[in-house]
């Protein structure tokens, strides 16, 4: 079970967020405020592992009481419920784990509670895996394993950095993808660059992290326009993004300069 605190100011719509909530059968409902200040508090005394909360609150912006909530000692998940389809990108900015658009309804509360599972789970991994590490005098934590709990399915399979060729964003989930498959996750792109970020993997748009190791070539097709093809199971291209272009090209002029650099 899940402990989750509702942060929403309107009664009628917390009462029905908790509905749907507890109709998941995997929800606890640990207590609700109806503003910023009264969340920051129960959130503090209660310390849920989740918080779902319209992201216009009375007195403080939504977004601000996560970058708050980070600040705890146990800081809870986020998701985000709203009827603004305008504020996606500054959620995902402070890692919420999903942006609920109301009219909320039962398979999206159960999809954002999915996705909040996957993140515990990957969560206690991760600790476990330090944990273990660091039991063993001199072993170091392997930090290169990708636990990836594939959507749909009670499976929880572990990736080498290397196996990666991509994560792409798409359809509300993100794919990772290999030289063998493509695997759906309810992962936020957010987590896998936290996970595989820096060399060789870039960030080429909002919806796409690639190993470039594993890209077949780079297409070069206007101003800061390029395709690239990736070595995974379909030969996939992917589009970069204007600012992604930025990264890409100081990403080939620091190859093309580890080339030519005298031996």
Same mark, same amino acid.
Do not use: C
């Given at each position: 079970?899940?402990?989750?605190? !509702?942060?929403?100011?309107?009664? !009628?719509? &917390?009462?029905y967020l908790a509905k749907l909530l507890c109709a998941t059968g995997r929800v606890e409902i640990a207590g609700e405020a109806p503003d910023a200040e009264g969340g920051l508090r129960l959130c503090a005394q %209660? /310390?849920?592992?989740?918080v779902f909360m319209d992201i216009r609150l009375p007195s403080q912006d939504g977004i601000s009481l996560a970058q708050r909530l980070h600040l705890l000692p146990q800081p809870p998940l986020v998701?985000? #419920?709203?009827?603004? &389809?305008?504020?996606a990108s500054d959620a995902f900015r402070v890692a919420a784990v999903d942006y609920l658009i109301k009219p909320l309804n039962a398979a999206q509360v &159960?999809?954002?509670?999915?996705? %909040?599972?996957v993140r515990k789970v990957m969560e206690r991994i991760c600790r476990e895996k330090r944990m273990a590490a660091s039991a063993r005098e001199g072993e170091a934590v392997d930090e290169d394993l990708l636990p990836v709990k594939v959507a749909g399915e009670d499976v929880v399979r572990f990736l080498t950095r290397r196996e990666v060729v991509a994560a792409v964003r798409r359809d509300r989930r993100t794919?990772?993808?290999?030289? /063998?498959?493509? !695997?759906? #996750?309810?992962?936020?792109?957010?987590?896998? %660059?936290r996970w595989l970020g820096g060399a060789p993997f870039l960030q080429v748009s909002r919806e796409t992290l690639v190993n470039?190791?594993?890209?077949? =070539?780079v297409v070069h097709y206007g101003d800061r326009l390029y395709q690239l093809q990736l070595r995974d199971r379909s030969g996939s #291209?992917?589009?970069?993004? /204007? =600012?992604g272009a930025n990264r890409l090209s100081?990403? %080939?002029k620091l190859r093309r300069e580890a080339v030519d650099a005298p031996a």
């Open positions: 079970m899940i402990s989750v605190v !509702i942060i929403e100011d309107e009664p !009628i719509a &917390a009462k %209660l /310390r849920p592992e989740a998701v985000f #419920t709203t009827g603004y &389809a305008d504020r &159960a999809e954002a509670v999915a996705r %909040l599972e794919w990772i993808h290999t030289v /063998r498959e493509e !695997i759906p #996750t309810y992962f936020a792109i957010s987590d896998v %660059l470039m190791q594993a890209v077949e =070539s #291209t992917v589009e970069v993004s /204007r =600012s100081a990403y %080939l």
